[in-house]
């Protein structure tokens, strides 16, 4: 069984920025030169998260008003005694740190409207990273 590690960096714009990272992740499959296995998108921090998502304008619109809409701002939450970013942490949570897809053939297996995107969820912009991991033969 084989192991390849890569490591995603790029900056974000702050609040709900989505970043389309499909195009990065499969390049990193196709690196790795396994065929069959699994790929692990995972982002080491607690205010971003890792979904799939079809690229599409409104959709992608729509998928902000609905984050604000299910976790709002500023609702007296306790971590904003110490911060000021408990719905970052919250909306993070909810969506989750990571995604895993299988690796079939030496590609990675998605559907056609099913893009990768990170998700800054933080009251700021970030630098951030995101591990990409294929485990397979
Ligand atoms: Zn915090």
Redo the contacts with the bound molecule.
């Keep these: 069984m084989a192991v390849f590690t890569k490591e995603l960096r790029f900056s974000t714009r702050g609040e709900i920025d989505l970043v389309d990272i499909t195009r990065e992740v499969e390049k990193a499959v196709e690196e790795s030169g396994i065929e069959n296995g699994q790929v692990l998108v995972f982002v080491p921090g607690?205010?971003g998260a890792i979904v799939t998502i079809e690229h599409e304008s409104g959709l992608l619109d729509d998928f902000k008003r609905a984050l604000r809409e299910l976790v709002p701002k500023g609702r007296g939450y306790l971590?904003n005694r110490i911060?000021d970013?408990?719905h970052?942490?919250l909306r993070a949570t909810l969506l989750g740190a990571s995604e895993c897809f299988p690796v079939v053939d030496g590609k990675l297996v998605r559907g056609t409207w099913q893009q990768i995107f990170f998700v800054e969820l933080d009251v700021r912009p970030r630098h951030r990273r995101v591990v990409v991991q294929v485990v397979g033969e």
Excluded: K, L, R, W
Aim: aromatic share 0%; no cysteine.
């Design positions: 607690a205010t971590h911060d970013n408990a970052s942490h």
